[in-house]
């Protein structure tokens, strides 16, 4: 009975992925000599023979043939008269090896000896998996949903891996079910409590940055260089991109005819606005292509603060900020400059900046009225008051006594 167990355990084993066949008959070798070991204090004189096709073994003892009298340890000698009971032939000083029925060692030696393997086992599958992803961080990965949580969700890769895509890392407008495919990049690979803890993303640069490689050749080829990426996933991201090979048009590689490459990124990102801008060391420039599609009159680098002065004609300010301020953010971040925006007026149109009415409006309500872009008496009155509601953190009755105090201005 107990043998068809061990052989059950064989068959376990060889099914088991990720490890191969000279790791387990090494494993299985070692877990028999521990059961040697503690039964015989050693294993040195045992030959421990596997046969992982058949999934059965054969323990051998060697043992020195001595007179009876001599006899000290019957694990490492054998009389002489038990040795012709084997065989005939036997003389004193030989060597007598026969075989130890791995059965008679009783129940609890083959318990212990399940149990030992099946540690193992677990063992080197953890740390199989650990090691297969610690090589992959930085890679997208495809796997099946397979439990949803309200913090997190367990996807299953092709080899049946467990992978965590947590909340945080889940782009906002993301809806999964159980059993539809994900894509993903693995960001981070740990050991927790003794457990590997392979975890994904879809809001990661990378993770864009993958799926350009996946869907522009030139890029994946090398020929086109991903400078630097930023976004606020599912919202809009901007990628700057550069040519070493004057022939090829980087941007218009990147979102191919009539915009066929992007799509595809577009979609998988959940409609994330995309922004491809030619990357050029000229600062200036720079910030020009990453504002677009705003039109800008002048910029002045402030080098020392690392902040930059953006001119725009009045119509063009907004364009410029984009919904939210994600625009005018998503620019910054990209060239590493805090971007102010100042509206240009015309020579004749007399206009007074808002710092002017320091004494009379509260500077906070200044900064908010800045953040959207409006640094002038007349920016402010060309807005609605519903557009500045909606636009800053103000009351509606803040925004009609800063309007009176600036249309008194006007006056």
């Known amino acids: 009975m107990e043998n068809i ?10 099914e088991l992925k990720n490890i191969d066949r000279a790791t387990m008959i090494s494993v299985l070798e070692d877990s028999f000599r521990s059961v040697l ?30 007179k009876e009298e001599d006899l000290e340890d019957e694990n490492l000698q054998i009389s002489l008269k038990e040795a012709k009971k084997i065989d005939e032939d036997y003389e004193l000083g030989e060597e007598v090896t026969d075989e130890v029925k791995f059965l008679d060692f009783g129940r609890r030696a083959i318990l212990s000896l399940r149990q030992n393997l099946s540690a193992r086992i677990l063992e080197l599958e953890k740390d199989n998996i650990y090691h297969a992803y610690k090589d992959r961080v930085g890679d997208i990965v495809t796997g099946e949903v397979y439990q949803i949580w309200k913090r997190e969700i367990l996807i299953i890769d092709d080899e049946g891996n467990e992978l965590i895509l947590p ?103 959940k409609n994330e606005n995309i922004d491809v801008i030619n990357f050029t060391a000229n600062t200036q420039l720079f910030i020009q292509r990453a504002l677009n599609p705003a039109k800008i009159t002048n910029i002045k680098l402030v080098e020392e603060t690392g902040r930059a002065e953006v001119y725009l004609r009045p119509e ?47 500077s906070w309500v200044l900064d908010e009225l800045k953040a959207i872009g409006c640094d002038t008496a007349k920016s402010v009155l060309d807005l609605s008051v519903e557009d500045l509601v909606k636009r800053t953190d103000l009351e509606e009755e803040t925004i009609r006594e800063v309007r009176g105090v600036l249309n008194a201005e006007f006056e």
Request: aromatic share 8%.
């Open 37 to 66: 070991i503690k039964r015989f204090g050693t294993d040195e004189n045992f030959d421990v023979i596997i046969n992982d096709d058949k999934g059965d073994f054969e323990i051998w003892r060697n043992r020195e043939v001595v």
């Open 167 to 269: 909340k945080t890392e889940q782009i906002p407008s993301d809806f999964f079910r159980k059993g539809d495919n994900v894509r993903a990049v693995v960001v981070k690979v740990e050991i927790r409590n003794n457990n590997p803890l392979i975890i994904l993303s879809r809001t990661s640069p990378v993770f864009l940055e993958r799926l350009f490689e996946l869907e522009v050749p030139e890029i994946f080829d090398g020929l086109i260089t991903i400078k630097k990426i930023v976004r606020v996933p599912g919202e809009r991201a901007k990628v700057a991109v550069e040519s070493y090979d004057e022939r090829i048009d980087p941007v218009g590689a990147c979102v191919g005819m009539k915009g066929s490459r992007i799509h595809g990124i577009v979609r998988e990102l």
């Open 316 to 362: 063009e300010v907004s364009l410029a900020i984009g919904k939210g301020g994600l625009n005018i953010r998503l620019a910054g971040q990209l060239t590493g400059y805090e971007l102010d925006v100042y509206r240009e007026a015309d020579e004749d149109d007399e206009d007074v900046t808002l710092d002017e009415f320091s004494d009379e409006i509260e």
């Open 5 to 14: 167990n061990l052989i059950d355990t064989f068959s376990e084993f060889k």
